[in-house]
Nanobody
Framework: VQLVESGGGLVQPGGSLRLSCIAAGLNFGDYVIGWFRRAPAKGREGVSCISGSDGTTHYQDSVKGRFTISTDNAKNTAYLQMDNLKTEDSAIYYC???????????????????????WGQGTQVTVSA
């Protein structure tokens, strides 16, 4: 399994970016795809995730209304549309995959990284004036 992110970059506050995650070696319909981020001196946190089987989505409170997660299962690609970006969104963003039957409710929910066993290499997002 290989996950490859792209789309990061430098953007001004209020701007937008769209991250992409192309997956090889897995069937999106059997997985939950998550986006996580790690800012300097902070731990990794879940941003959003989507079920590849039924499209159910979850968002961290701080990004609700600004970020949108989606997938194109035919292309095995997940997207994270990020609008109205803030400086505090600056981080390395990672996509990850968890089996759709993972016990999310036991380990902290679908935005907890515990259940995700496939990870990309990350893409840098910097929001700065």
């Amino acid at each position: 399994v290989q996950l490859v992110e792209s789309g990061g970059g430098l953007v001004q506050p209020g701007g937008s970016l769209r991250l992409s995650c192309i997956a090889a070696g897995l069937n999106f319909g059997d997985y939950v795809i998550g986006w996580f981020r790690r800012a300097p001196a902070k731990g990794r946190e879940g941003v959003s995730c989507i079920s590849g089987s039924d499209g159910t989505t979850h968002y961290q409170d701080s990004v609700k209304g600004r970020f949108t997660i989606s997938t194109d299962n035919a292309k095995n690609t997940a997207y994270l549309q990020m609008d109205n970006l803030k400086t505090e969104d600056s981080a390395i963003y990672y996509c990850a995959a968890a089996p759709k039957n993972a016990p999310f409710e036991v380990v902290g929910g679908p935005l907890d990284d515990f259940s995700y066993d496939h990870w990309g290499q990350g893409t840098q997002v910097t929001v700065s004036a």
